[in-house]
């Protein structure tokens, strides 16, 4: 596998349900973040790992909890979600610095019930 | 504070027309990091450039060029001879040095018609 991995690519759950994306970079980075991409909204960052420690947190519900155990795998880890959190669920990675372009994933395709 | 802003929110041209793409960012940081990305319908974001602030030099890769102006502070992007594989919501991004997140526009939809 190349590049940037996230599974499932559609998921979905009712309200009561717990499930998790999984995130798996190939690209030997050292950062990696979660975005939420909903219609007509621009792209919202929601945590971002560098060198494995969480350094951005945007507000996001406590309903999400992420968790990278190294620099090449991140979950996201979903429970009682609203239907307003049907989204696209970006992973992406990059290089720790300002100057490096962030490589994504595909996304999983995320529908709450 | 930082912004980016894309104004045109849709775009349809005929193919193999010229088609430039807006992009206009705010920013009080003397060094910043602009991008460019593509996101086709398979939703994947794409990297297709970045700028740094203190290199005003445009850019051509082949079809696609980017003409960068401090002075107004735009980062515009063009696309010679559309074809309808450029079809694709096309984000314009900036990141300074004073906060390592990446201010996102609101993308502008790119409709190439054959």
């Known amino acids: 596998e190349t590049g940037v991995t996230q599974t499932p690519r559609h998921l979905v759950m009712g309200m009561t349900n717990k499930k998790s994306l999984k995130c798996e970079q190939h690209l030997g980075h050292n950062a990696m973040y979660w975005y939420k991409q909903s219609a007509k909204k621009p792209l919202e960052l929601m945590f971002v790992y560098n060198f494995k420690e969480q350094t951005e947190n945007n507000s996001v519900p406590s309903r999400f909890s992420p968790e990278c155990p190294n620099s090449s795998h991140l979950f996201l880890h979903l429970h009682t979600l609203q239907p307003e959190d049907s989204a696209l669920y970006l992973c992406?990675?990059?290089?720790?610095?300002?100057?490096?372009?962030?490589?994504f994933g595909p996304g999983t395709r995320l529908t709450v019930l | 504070a930082q912004k980016v802003t894309q104004a045109q929110t849709e775009i349809s041209v005929v193919e193999k027309e010229d088609v430039t793409l807006d992009c206009v960012y705010e920013?009080?940081?003397?060094?910043?990091?602009l991008f460019w990305y593509k996101q086709p319908p398979s939703g994947e974001l794409v990297f297709l450039i970045r700028r740094n602030s203190f290199d005003e030099q445009n850019e051509i890769s082949g079809r696609y060029s980017w003409n960068f102006q401090k002075s107004t502070s735009s980062f515009n992007f063009t696309i010679t001879a559309s074809q309808v594989v450029d079809s694709a919501v096309y984000f314009c991004a900036l990141r300074g040095d004073s906060n390592y997140q990446l201010i996102w526009g609101a993308g502008t939809k790119l409709i190439i018609k054959p």
């Open positions: 920013t009080r940081d003397t060094t910043y990091y």
């Open positions: 992406a990675s990059s290089q720790v610095g300002p100057y490096n372009e962030q490589f």
